[in-house]
């Protein structure tokens, strides 16, 4: 078999992709002689392309999938994408503008055609690059969240909560996008610090030549004051009561009004009422039976109850009043000020608190079982420090707004009647039965369904119960098979807008978890901490990375430095990383197979054997730990360490053949099977790279490819052996670095002298000091001869190598005398750690025990150099 010199993912990715595909290996269906493992994706928007984001997420959802499978279990990942009301509406509106239409100018059934026909065009994207990443999901499951049977899955759970009183619709106030026009969520409002000015404008009182100075960072709001509020315990004020105030610009009298409310420290103490824009003022408005003035349009500028202001802009109408302001004496001072402004998380427009009829969910009563299961511990999250901040959370949550004044989405299935009223129903055959019932004059063409669509997420948080069609049929086969399913990964920013509002719908209508753990993952940041963003340039393309690093480079890139809940500073250098790691377990494989193999067996490479295969269990026990509490950057590191350090840079330069001698055949197939467990257990990683490997270690069938084979299984290990074989590699390296000291080449054969009390340790590994120490004598004494060489001494061994080359008698004693003093500040380190009382109580005893042996070693090393240096 001719292996090319270089691996070149480019030639195996594709071909190996459409291999899993055709074999049909990520299809899942129910098994009961099987345990299900399902993961549901975080269904991306249908709007989106992938970003280092997506990368993180999906190599670890494909990790834990890959793993799954190979372990028997039936591995279900199912794919799909969220259809992203704001997003997409924005998209399509953009698109139509760009062909000279405005959606004003069409009905909703076109623009819904519209949008469905892009969605069509653009929206499995992102798909199709995750299959560049090597994601193993089940493709024929693809769902959407607003295909057929999805659709009437959100729509039944509206009906249903709105019949249990769940659902309700009123005037609230709530966060308004003047650029998507819709009202938003409050977990859909981003805040950030603004340098803002704080305006001072004084306000004259009815039929008095006394004035008040009210505070404020919205000088356009002072048209729609009803009041002027102060404190009653505010002696500045308080004979002030009862009177009333002119508000400047719009000369309407209001009310002066007493409320504890009122900071009496903040500003000058005197707070002007806007009930239609702040939330506390509204509170303070119903309080007082105030008059709601409402001065903004929809899209942010001002109507007509700002009179001359009518038709401007929000922000360019402040301009204007501040100037006016200024012109009628009525500005007294502006103030730098920062303030912490809400964004849209969509459209990053500032957001405006307004008067508006919406719907809502009660959440207080559907939030309790979701609060309960987690602080119980039935829902697992990792790490455990963001359970306090769900628990904050839920613990404060407020009723959601689950409407949107947008076209493209889940329709609200609300029918208004002729009078106003309204019945909610399924279908409009089933709300046209309900009006009757309310009026039998009724007809179809009566009944006026409702404009506004539901807020995405309050479709999505059907999605683990959804794509297993267990909403419309709650006791078919796949739902329950693989619900709930076991492990959810996402990022924490949307713990609470999806996370926690899949747990509550699951115990709601499936009275059981969504999932049993939620793996969250850090934010992609540059090395500068920044968020990767578009706008600051620093986001690479995922794709090009994957051109040239290869799918596993970048996959092992990501995972390098990502551990759960904390942030990964990416850097390209990762990606770099895992490719050299792909080559050099490339180049393990061309050295392997280029062999010459006869028949027979090297008794003498039996120890490194026996070495091996311990290093190997214990490594398959670290990182059976490590995926256990979902320390996956730690898992891929300890799979690394195995193939890179313990394989290649030692087991196969203890077994290789000399230069063009052959290996006998037991050592070449104890070798290859090491090799394969080494690609299975790197196979959830490095997906590409193990598959080709694995065809190119033996003859395969079409059906025995790595994605599929058994997960090695740990036997029980003996760490004396692997204690032993640590040393054994000090030794080795430190010869190495002898010969580097004295520019000994390595090809020259030099002796070597151990006095040691520990030679029954050394013995079985003699073969392997003396081949990778090329020493042409490997002598063990009770007394080191008094020859010319190097001294060392390695833990409470002396060694002398003897070299061809002259040492320094000086540059040796400098050597021991630097490790002496090094060893010495060890001790004291470890002896003031012992010393302490509290340490020696109150840490495990194992970890006592640990600082003793060290004491004991220190000791007897600084003994053994003391030793060394009275001779030199």
């Not at 290996?25 to 345990?35: G, I, L, Q, R, T």
């Not at 002030?240 to 903040?266: H, Q, W």
């Not at 759960?564 to 197979?593: H, M, P, S, T, Y």
Request: proline content about 5%; aromatic content about 10%.
């Amino acid at each position: 078999m001719t292996i090319s010199t270089k691996y070149q993912p480019q030639n195996v990715e594709d071909k190996w992709y459409q291999h899993w595909l055709d074999r049909g290996y990520f299809n899942s269906k129910p098994n009961p002689d099987k345990e299900p493992y399902a993961i549901v994706i975080p269904p991306p928007n249908v709007t989106g392309v992938l970003h280092m984001g997506h990368m993180l997420n999906n190599t670890i959802q494909d990790v834990l999938i890959r793993k799954a499978r190979m372990e028997g279990k039936e591995a279900c990942w199912v794919p799909g994408t969220d259809h992203a009301s704001i997003a997409t509406e924005a998209k399509v509106v953009a698109m139509l503008k760009a062909m000279g239409i405005d959606k004003r100018d069409i009905s909703r059934e076109e623009f819904i055609g519209h949008a469905w026909e892009w969605t069509h065009k653009y929206g499995g994207i992102i798909l199709e690059q995750l299959k560049k990443l090597g994601a193993s999901c089940d493709w024929d499951r693809t769902s959407f969240t607003m295909n057929d049977q999805y659709y009437q899955d959100v729509i039944r759970v509206f009906v249903d909560l709105y019949h249990k009183g769940y659902i309700y619709r009123g005037v609230r106030m709530v966060n308004w996008d003047p650029v998507g026009k819709t009202a938003l969520s409050d977990e859909e409002v981003n805040y950030k610090e603004v340098q803002s000015n704080l305006y001072c404008v004084k306000y004259s009182l009815e039929n008095s030549e006394e004035t008040l100075t009210i505070a404020t960072t919205r000088p356009e709001t002072i048209l729609g004051d009803t009041a002027i509020c102060i404190n009653p315990h505010d002696q500045r004020y308080t004979h002030l009561a009862g009177k009333k105030a002119v508000v400047p610009l719009v000369n309407r009298v209001v009310p002066i009004i007493l409320d504890e409310y009122v900071s009496m420290e903040f500003g000058t103490g005197c707070l002007k009422v806007t009930p239609a824009h702040d939330l506390n003022d509204y509170e303070l408005g119903l309080k007082h039976n105030l008059e709601t003035i409402d001065i903004l349009n929809d899209d942010g500028t001002l109507n007509e109850h700002a009179q001359n202001y009518s038709g401007l802009d929000r922000f360019e109408a402040r301009k204007l009043i501040v100037d006016d302001l200024k012109e009628l004496g009525q500005l007294v001072k502006v103030e730098d000020y920062m303030n912490n402004v809400g964004f849209s998380e969509r459209t990053d427009a500032v957001i405006e608190p307004k008067l508006s009829m919406q719907w809502f969910m009660k959440m207080d009563q559907l939030s309790k079982p979701a609060l309960d299961h987690v602080l119980n511990g039935d829902i697992k999250f990792y790490p455990s420090k963001f359970i306090n901040t769900y628990k904050h959370w839920m613990n404060n949550i407020r009723d959601w707004c689950i409407s949107r004044q947008l076209w493209w989405g889940h329709r609200i299935p609300a029918y208004y009647l002729p009078d106003g009223s309204f019945v909610v129903a399924e279908t409009p055959e089933q709300a046209l039965q309900l009006a009757k019932s309310k009026d039998s004059s009724i007809e179809a063409a009566d009944l006026r369904q409702e404009e506004d669509v539901l807020d995405t997420w309050a479709s999505s948080w059907l999605w683990p119960i959804a794509v297993f069609d267990g909403i419309r049929d709650p006791e078919n086969q796949e739902i329950n098979y693989y619900y709930p399913t076991m492990d959810l990964v996402t990022a924490p920013e949307i713990l609470f807008f999806w996370v926690a509002r899949m747990i509550i719908a699951g115990y709601e209508f499936r009275e059981d978890k969504p999932f049993q753990n939620v793996y969250l993952t850090g934010i992609v940041r540059d090395k500068q901490r920044r968020k990767m963003s578009k706008s600051l340039g620093n986001s690479p393309d995922p794709l090009e990375l994957i051109a040239q690093y290869g799918a596993d480079g970048v996959r092992t890139g990501m995972l390098f430095s990502s551990p759960a809940g904390n942030d990964l500073l990416f850097d390209e250098k990762l990606c770099q990383q895992g490719r050299n790691f792909a080559n050099k377990i490339w180049n393990a494989l061309r050295l392997v197979k280029g062999w010459e193999v006869v028949e027979g067996q090297d008794t003498k490479n039996q120890q490194a054997f026996t070495w091996f295969s311990n290093r190997c269990n214990q490594a398959i026990v670290e990182i059976e730990d490590h995926f256990s509490k979902f320390r996956i950057s730690d898992a891929l590191i300890t799979v690394y360490k195995l193939v890179w350090d313990d394989f290649c840079s030692w087991y196969l330069e203890i077994i290789k053949p000399a230069y063009q001698q052959p290996i006998d055949s037991y050592t070449y197939g104890v070798t290859i099977d090491f090799f394969e467990t080494l690609m299975k257990l790197l196979h959830p990683f490095m997906p590409f790279l193990t598959e080709e490997v694995w065809h190119n270690l033996g003859q395969r069938d079409q059906d025995q490819a790595i994605t599929i084979a058994q997960w090695p299984v740990a036997a029980s290990y003996e760490t004396g052996i692997l204690k032993e074989a640590v040393r054994v590699f000090e030794l080795i390296s430190q010869i190495r670095n002898v010969r580097v000291q004295t520019s000994t080449p390595p090809r020259e054969k030099i002796e070597l002298y151990v006095k040691t009390s520990a030679q029954d340790l050394y013995q079985p590994y003699s073969f392997m000091i003396q081949k990778l120490g090329n020493l042409s004598k490997v002598e063990f004494c009770d007394v080191i001869p008094e020859l010319e060489g190097s001294n060392f001494v390695l833990r409470d061994d002396e060694c002398l190598l003897i070299t061809p080359q002259n040492t320094d008698p000086d540059q040796d004693r400098v050597q021991l005398e630097k490790e002496l003093e090094y060893t010495r500040g060890f001790l004291a380190a470890v002896e003031k750690k012992l010393s302490n009382q509290r340490f020696v109580e109150n840490a495990p005893e194992q970890v006592v025990q640990n600082e003793r042996k060290k004491k004991e070693d220190a000791e007897a090393k600084i003994k053994t150099l003391e030793t060394s240096l009275s001779k030199l």
